[in-house]
């Protein structure tokens, strides 16, 4: 009895953090109703393991704590990292309690494992079967659980406001609205020329891609994404909705006197490279597309890259993270970027990846799917969104000149 007693309480504290993070304290900018399938069905898992294990067998009893004690540890490991920043805030108290609750789960499991422990049959297949069960425990972990956890995360943690620094050129500071009423605050870094870019995401670690555009003459907007510094939203790692940021970004050039709406470009980096190319298939607005480090989004896209036997083994893994970040966002998988590539064309595309250290190089498969005017460039040194750094002057000349050709020399 006390071990079921410690297993009930532990799960609700899982489930309370939950609860805390989807309705009681939501983001700001968002609401409850925001949250319903985010936050419902997690805790209707719990309520079926919580009532399955009432009736399973030792075994299953100790699979399922473990299977809830290590999504409890991930679900609130969100509070250790803003612990460990900023502080601890909000939801982030409940967020100890379920990691607390995920380790008393885990112990609990073992405790049950071996107290049902068989001793009765031949020592050799005694030992074989737990060694092919705890096999079948890291699969299941790494296959199933893993991508659970990578989906909350990435949907649940970002960078906080103290990591934006400040932008030593002359700047206004602007509020972004999206179409789903969130307000991004900004930088703006007005034009000389007549044309401004759109440098995304975010304005931590975007100074360098500011100060080369600016000397040009470009004007500049950089923006904090949703979830992230001082905007509000939830945090989203793979940028579904970030086409929602890019379009606001894009009105707020339009309505600049300084700026002629058919001369605005985007520079995208990493995930905001995807969905610079996302956002530019969908409106005409963004007049040239300069993406470096973009990579695969989706199940189909990380699919496209694997073949033979790889493919069948990691299948599993990039299904269930894509289905984890579609709950934990709650928004529908984009399209494959590749069928959304080619709708872009005639606005000219430039795709900038790293010959060595690239996260996850999508680049020939994008260039393939693009459609001219484009053109790429593989850069020798740096590594992922690191040729700003590691190649200065051959960066901006390859950027600013993409942008001087296509913003500056095109006809009106």
């Keep these: ?13 899982v489930g309370l953090h939950l609860a805390d993070d989807s309705f009681f304290q939501p983001q700001p900018g968002t609401s409850a109703g925001d949250h319903l399938v ?54 982030d108290y409940t967020g100890i309690a379920s990691m607390g609750a995920g380790i008393v789960l885990i112990a609990l499991a073992a405790v049950t494992l071996w107290r049902s422990r068989r001793l009765d049959d031949r020592r050799a297949w005694r030992y074989s079967r737990r060694a ?10 790494v296959e199933m659980l893993m991508p659970v956890i990578i989906g909350y995360a990435t949907t649940h943690i970002a960078r906080s406001a103290k990591d934006i620094g400040a932008l030593e ?57 949703r979830g992230e ?37 985007g520079l995208g980096l990493s995930v905001g490279g995807e969905m610079m190319l996302d956002t530019a298939s969908r409106t005409s ?22 073949s033979g036997p790889g493919k069948l083994l990691s299948a599993p893994f990039f299904a269930v993270k894509t289905a984890s970040v579609a709950l934990f966002s709650d928004t529908m998988p984009p399209e494959n970027l590749e069928t959304l590539i080619p709708r872009i064309t005639p606005r000219p595309v430039f795709l900038i990846n790293a ?48 942008f001087d050709r296509w913003l500056l020399q095109r006809p009106d």
Excluded: C
């Design 132 to 141: 092919l069960l705890s096999l079948a425990g890291i699969v299941v972990l």
């Design 38 to 91: 985010s936050g419902l069905l997690p805790l209707l898992g719990l309520a079926l393991a919580a009532h399955a294990h009432s009736h399973a067998r030792p075994g299953g009893q100790a699979v399922i704590a473990l299977v809830v004690g290590v999504l409890g540890i991930g679900f609130g490991s969100e509070a250790v990292r803003y612990w460990s920043d900023v502080g601890l805030s909000g939801d």
């Design 355 to 402: 010959a060595h250290d690239e996260v996850d190089d999508k680049g020939p498969e994008y260039f393939a799917a693009a459609e001219e005017p484009k053109q790429r460039w593989l850069v020798p040194e740096g590594g992922h969104t690191g040729g700003i750094t590691a190649m200065p002057k051959e960066y901006e000349r390859r950027v600013v000149g993409f």
């Design 169 to 225: 050129l002359p700047h206004v500071d602007v509020t972004l609205t999206t179409s789903d009423d969130l307000r991004l605050p900004g930088w703006y870094v007005p034009s000389r020329n007549g044309a401004a870019v759109i440098v995304f995401p975010g304005r931590e670690g975007r100074q360098a891609y500011a100060r080369m555009l600016a000397r040009r003459g470009y004007g500049v907007l950089l923006f904090d994404r």
């Design 285 to 306: 607005d963004l007049a040239a597309i300069a993406s470096e480090g973009a990579g695969a989004r989706t199940l189909s896209e990380e699919l496209a890259d694997q």
């Design 229 to 265: 510094g001082e905007a509000e939203g939830d945090p989203e790692g793979f940028g579904w909705n970030f086409d929602k940021d890019i379009e606001a970004g894009i009105e707020f050039l339009k309505g600049r006197r300084d700026v002629d709406p058919v001369r605005i470009g």
């Design 1 to 13: 009895m006390t071990v079921r007693r410690s297993f009930l309480l532990a799960v609700a504290l």
